[in-house]
């Protein structure tokens, strides 16, 4: 029993360290195209055009 719980801790901070890495690895990334896309959507809002794509509608 000792060697089963042992087992899903181990498990467990494996798993954490993973997803830690990868969030860490690509936040920056995320943060970019989250303000790429604000600036657009900022661009066809203030751009007045005529379009009636669903960015449209923000």
Known sequence: MFWKILGVVVLV???????????????????VAAVIFGLYVLYKALS??????????F
């Open 13 to 31: 901070w494996i798993a954490f360290a993973i997803i830690g890495t990868l969030i860490k690895a690509l936040f920056p990334l995320v943060m």
């Open 48 to 57: 007045g055009s005529k379009d009636k794509s669903p960015l449209g509608k």
